[in-house]
């Protein structure tokens, strides 16, 4: 069994801090990762992607993604009370050649004033 | 809006009776995807087409769902016989290869509940 694993929330960080939301995935073969997020009653949003190991920053969302550590995480800085929804990592599927996703459980993330 | 669209929206029904949920993905995409979510969790792969072609089903996916993509445009999910285990957001995403690799943009989905 495929395994995305995140780290157990609630996470509550203060408005202007950096949240730092992490995410770790058992299928070595995957090669594309991805982190949603998610308004309460809403669908996922696509907000980041990332292939290769290293950073990638959009805005004030930075991925890092380790492939040796089959760990990938995500910053957000100066966070902002809109910023408040669960983020799901989701991975590739290695074995597939289509974008079969594995999503972890999701992090609540509360950015209070 | 990504520009996927499901419908309906919201469904309640009775134990027992059949449902039918329609996607309509981003018409130049060929990849159409179905998942399913239940409160707190991630959503989980139900089944894959490839233009009008379903190519892989999850073992999620009972004797009771039936999926189809005629003409590899829209897409309807039916479930015959709801339970209440069935209640869920029923999540489609459609996506195209690129260079690079794919990404996968959601629907609204459908919430279902099953009385």
């Known amino acids: 069994q495929k395994e995305v694993e995140q780290n157990s929330g609630p996470l509550s960080v203060p408005e202007g801090a950096i949240a730092s939301l992490n995410c770790t995935y058992s299928d070595r073969g995957s090669q594309s990762f991805f982190w949603y997020r998610q308004y309460s009653g809403k669908s996922p949003e696509l907000i980041m992607f990332?292939?290769?190991?290293g950073d990638k920053e959009d805005g004030r969302f930075t991925a890092q993604l380790n492939k040796a550590s089959q760990y990938v995480s995500l910053l957000i800085r100066d966070s902002q009370p809109s910023d408040s929804a669960t983020y799901l990592c989701?991975?590739?599927?290695?074995?597939?050649?289509?974008?079969?996703?594995?999503f972890g459980q999701g992090t609540i993330l509360t950015v209070h004033p | 809006d990504t520009g996927v669209s499901q419908d309906p929206r919201h469904k309640i029904t009775k134990r027992g009776q059949n449902v039918t949920f329609r996607c309509d993905p981003i018409s130049e995409h060929n990849r159409l995807y179905w998942y399913r979510q239940t409160l707190g969790q991630g959503p989980e792969f139900l089944t894959y087409f490839q233009n009008e072609a379903q190519l892989e089903k999850s073992r999620l996916l009972s004797d009771r769902f039936s999926a189809e993509r005629p003409k590899g445009s829209f897409s309807t999910l039916e479930i015959q016989r709801t339970e209440q285990g069935d209640s869920a957001m029923y999540l489609c995403a459609s996506s195209q290869l690129a260079e690079g690799g794919e990404t996968q943009y959601f629907g609204p989905g459908t919430r279902l509940l099953v009385l």
């Open positions: 990332i292939y290769s190991n």
């Open positions: 989701a991975v590739i599927d290695g074995g597939t050649s289509y974008g079969k996703l594995t």
